[in-house]
């Protein structure tokens, strides 16, 4: 038997209720870190977060080719610290509204105005920012690795993946067919 959208939106209240209590709880409890508030994190967070995944660019821009380089970029320990750094803000910024603005219309996809709502929040667009800084470094990553396996230029990809990560990809794949046509050629 197939649940009713309305049954499923009441359990997902239900849960959304329980995280937010529990929240609460551990907030009471001293959980989350004493003595700063909420926008003293996600700014500490994000300037965190944006200067950690610096060293990693600057040795695929720089030193491509270098034993470093290569060891550098196959280790999977940026992502975990991300991955930490995202869940903790993600559970900072969780309100029971969350999962509402998320699926505001009938349809249970995300409207427009109610991601702009969710994003007001410092917290939020903190934890946004860390999650487009791994998945970012993610993709320069596979552009990198790309381009050693294929010998192709990767510094002006890598580079733009930084801050345009579709723009990276994208270009990329430009220079990947360049470069494969030039080798056609000769």
Same mark, same amino acid.
């Given at each position: 038997?197939? %649940?009713?959208?309305?049954?499923?939106?009441?359990? *997902?209240?239900?849960?959304?209720?329980?995280?937010?209590?529990? !929240?609460?709880?551990? #907030?009471?409890?001293?959980?989350?870190?004493?003595?700063?508030? @909420?926008?003293?994190?996600?700014?500490?967070?994000?300037?965190?977060?944006?200067?950690?995944?610096? %060293?990693?660019?600057?040795?695929?821009?720089?030193?491509?080719?270098?034993?470093?380089?290569?060891?550098?970029?196959?280790?999977?320990?940026?992502?975990?610290?991300?991955?930490?750094?995202? =869940?903790?803000?993600?559970?900072?910024?969780?309100? %029971? #509204?969350?999962?509402?603005?998320?699926? =505001?219309? !009938?349809?249970?996809?995300?409207?427009?105005?109610?991601?702009? !709502?969710?994003?007001?929040?410092?917290?939020?667009?903190?934890? =946004?920012?860390?999650?487009?800084?791994?998945? #970012?470094?993610? =993709?320069?990553?596979?552009?990198?690795? #790309?381009?050693?396996?294929?010998?192709?230029?990767?510094?002006?990809?890598?580079?733009?993946?930084?801050?345009?990560?579709?723009?990276?990809?994208?270009?990329? *794949?430009?220079?990947?067919?360049?470069? !494969? @046509?030039?080798?056609?050629?000769?």
């Amino acid at each position: 038997m197939v %649940p009713s959208a309305c049954s499923f939106s009441s359990q *997902m209240s239900l849960k959304v209720n329980r995280i937010w209590h529990f !929240k609460q709880h551990c #907030d009471r409890s001293g959980f989350s870190i004493r003595g700063f508030t @909420n926008s003293q994190i996600a700014r500490s967070v994000f300037t965190l977060g944006t200067a950690a995944v610096l %060293p990693f660019y600057t040795l695929m821009v720089l030193a491509p080719k270098t034993e470093l380089t290569r060891k550098t970029m196959e280790s999977t320990i940026p992502y975990f610290v991300l991955g930490l750094l995202y =869940a903790y803000l993600l559970y900072l910024s969780w309100t %029971p #509204d969350t999962i509402r603005l998320m699926f =505001a219309s !009938k349809y249970w996809l995300p409207e427009l105005c109610s991601i702009g !709502k969710m994003f007001s929040s410092e917290m939020t667009l903190a934890s =946004a920012w860390i999650h487009l800084l791994a998945v #970012d470094l993610f =993709a320069a990553r596979q552009v990198y690795q #790309d381009g050693l396996e294929n010998e192709i230029e990767i510094r002006h990809s890598v580079s733009l993946c930084l801050l345009f990560c579709p723009v990276g990809i994208v270009t990329h *794949m430009f220079t990947k067919l360049l470069s !494969k @046509n030039r080798r056609n050629t000769e």
